[in-house]
């Protein structure tokens, strides 16, 4: 069917996944415009129909056919009036099914008071100046033998998974690799590169739950994987270095006979004084690419 004409202009396409522009596996989105024309040589796409590049839609041979991005809806408005006609416009949208995409990530952010009893190596002094310590001569008092609170960063951010029948399996097993463990590599979330978007440094991110799973009209199911992140970006307890990863292994501690603050707690052998076991720390790390690898799988193609 002929009769419309592409609106140059209008046709836009962003890229999610896939290597160059040109890739026919890319995923993404796009928007075209057409308006009914004597003249135009495109057909109007149908829903369903997968996308094809630019060339194709203005007469010429397609070059490229995205097969993974579909026409999602149509949408008809008026466009203007031609020899007392009215003349209508149709803004055609493209979206690819992949996990990436479909609202790819819901991101919270929250503050967590915590507290310990009876801190070690602290006292009372009744002024500070400027924010500074006060001098080795001030008059210190009073051990401090109350609760002390400290604000911390936490939150969480969802991406959402949709899982192909044959794969729900896999796609649980992969789910188990990481779950209650944390990130050994530093991970970029929302873009989903290498180095691009919010950037989580080794042990921020904790793999959570498991939410939702409906079944959606096209028979594929639909998850929401929880990450829940911590940030202390505080001293730790010998006040030299800010924490600026391995958030989730330490806590704030009265350490008896030393200085209070945040330390990571670790197990030893049994009978010994200082040697650590092999795992020793209160939550272990994934194996190396395991968070990013599922952060960009797609478990819409069958394994």
């Known amino acids: 069917m002929s009769g419309y004409t592409l609106l140059r202009n ?6 999610t996944r896939g290597g160059s522009l040109l890739d026919e596996a890319s995923r993404g989105s796009a928007n075209l415009e057409f308006i009914a024309s004597s003249g135009g040589s495109a057909t109007l796409p149908v829903i369903g129909e997968t996308l094809k590049d630019r060339d194709f839609y203005d007469g010429n041979a397609a070059n490229v056919t995205y097969g993974y991005i579909q026409v ?3 949408k008809e408005s008026p466009y203007g009036i031609v020899s007392n006609v009215e003349k209508f416009k149709y803004v055609v949208s493209y979206n690819s099914n992949d996990t990436i995409q479909n609202e790819f990530m819901d991101f919270v952010s929250n503050l967590q008071p915590i507290s310990m009893d009876n801190p070690a190596n602290w006292r009372y002094v009744n002024l500070i100046s400027d924010g500074t310590p006060p001098t080795t001569g001030a008059t210190f008092t009073g051990n401090v033998n109350q609760p002390l609170t400290r604000i911390i960063t936490v939150g969480n951010f969802k991406q959402r998974k949709i899982v192909l029948a044959a794969n729900l399996q896999f796609f649980f097993e992969e789910y188990q690799k990481l779950t209650g463990k944390l990130n050994l590599e530093e991970i970029y979330v929302f873009e989903l590169s290498s180095s691009q978007g919010i950037k989580f440094t080794q042990g921020q991110v ?16 639909v ?29 704030l501690a009265p350490v008896a006979g030393g200085d209070a603050g945040f330390y990571a707690p670790i197990q030893l052998v049994i009978d010994t004084i200082n040697t650590p076991i ?8 994934t194996a190396t690419t395991n968070f990013t690898t599922f952060l960009e799988r797609d478990f819409l193609i069958e394994v």
């Open 72 to 74: 999602k809806s149509i």
């Open 10 to 15: 209008p046709y836009s396409f962003t890229q």
């Open 223 to 251: 998850f929401e994987v929880r990450f829940e992140y911590k940030i202390i970006n505080s001293k730790n307890g010998t006040k030299t270095d800010d924490i600026t990863k391995n958030d989730w292994q330490y806590v």
């Open 206 to 221: 904790l793999t959570g739950a498991l939410e939702n799973g409906n079944k959606n009209e096209e028979g594929n199911y």
């Open 278 to 285: 092999n795992k020793p720390w209160i939550y272990e790390y």
